[in-house]
């Protein structure tokens, strides 16, 4: 067989998988597009159910739930991220198995039942992640800003100076729809993209790339680490800061505890195949 007919040859198998990527990414990008239409049309029911923690802090606090639009554009301009995110929310699936059925055929058997449980847990922890966001911390996040609305608004109301004979007695929240929907996604992502962390770390570990040993050596530098993350893609505030970090810390003590797992599973399995080696030999 000539070199030519060798290259021709090792070539086909290459343009075969781009012609699979090819056909997986349309597949994604029209389900995407689907969906896209879907969250544009149940745009007005998906932002009620993320105003859901606002308005009722607003209750609490004997507030009117109203939101205004500061932009000309704005409403228009919400509407599409608020498709654009429920598009990929509902599409996810779709786009995940598109995935696996790309990258499954290149696996072994037990290389894909190693991989599998990851890709499923991965959508889990994030959902996971942000309902905690939606449910627990988001309430008190907008009780804890409408109570120091509410002192500096007395501060205000009770102050001597000339300035404060002008100001009304109550200060009532009118928040941009904007201001308030990218407020409401930045806690959502950050704590589903934060809850990914076990997931990360015991895959790192399963592949041997990382010991539960090392990470216990580590332990302080995680923490200073993690206090850092938190810090950088929370909103500029200490409470939501450290509901983060007590979040998110256990997560990667659970890693630990897994981690060892495999470990012991892995220690069993050798030891009966006769190929373990002791690491500290």
Not at 103 to 111: C, S, V
Not at 240 to 255: D, R
Request: proline share 5%.
């Amino acid at each position: 067989m000539s070199s030519t007919e060798n290259l021709d040859s090792s070539a086909a198998p290459l343009i075969e998988h781009l012609k699979e990527l090819r056909n997986r990414i349309l597949y994604s990008l029209a389900a995407f597009v689907a969906f896209f239409c879907i969250g544009y049309w149940l745009w007005e029911p998906i932002f009620g159910f993320l105003a859901h923690p606002m308005c009722e802090a607003l209750a609490r606090n004997n507030q009117p739930c109203t939101f205004v639009l500061i932009k000309v554009q704005e409403g228009f301009f919400v509407t599409l991220k608020i498709a654009i995110w429920a598009g990929f929310a509902m599409s996810f699936p779709f786009i995940g198995y598109q995935l696996w059925r790309f990258i499954a055929p290149g696996l072994y058997q037990n290389e894909r039942g190693a991989f599998l449980p990851f890709l499923l847990a991965s959508p889990a922890m994030f959902l996971l992640g942000a309902g905690f966001a939606y449910f627990a911390v988001l309430p008190q996040v907008f009780d804890f800003f409408l109570k120091f609305q509410q002192y500096l608004s007395d501060s205000i109301s009770s102050g001597t100076t000339s300035l404060a004979t002008n100001v009304p007695s109550g200060v009532v929240y009118t928040g941009s729809v904007e201001a308030f929907f990218s407020l409401t996604m930045s806690f959502l992502l950050a704590f589903g993209m934060c809850f990914q962390l076990p997931v990360l770390l015991t895959l790192l570990g399963r592949a041997g790339i990382i010991s539960s040993r090392g990470l216990k050596a580590t332990r302080k530098y995680a923490l200073v680490g993690i206090l850092v993350l938190c810090s950088m893609i929370t909103p500029p505030d200490v409470t939501s800061m450290l509901i983060l970090f007590a979040a998110v810390y256990p997560l990667y003590e659970i890693s630990i505890w897994i981690i060892v797992r495999f470990e012991r599973q892995r220690e069993a399995r050798e030891r009966a195949d006769g190929t373990w080696m002791d690491p500290d030999a």
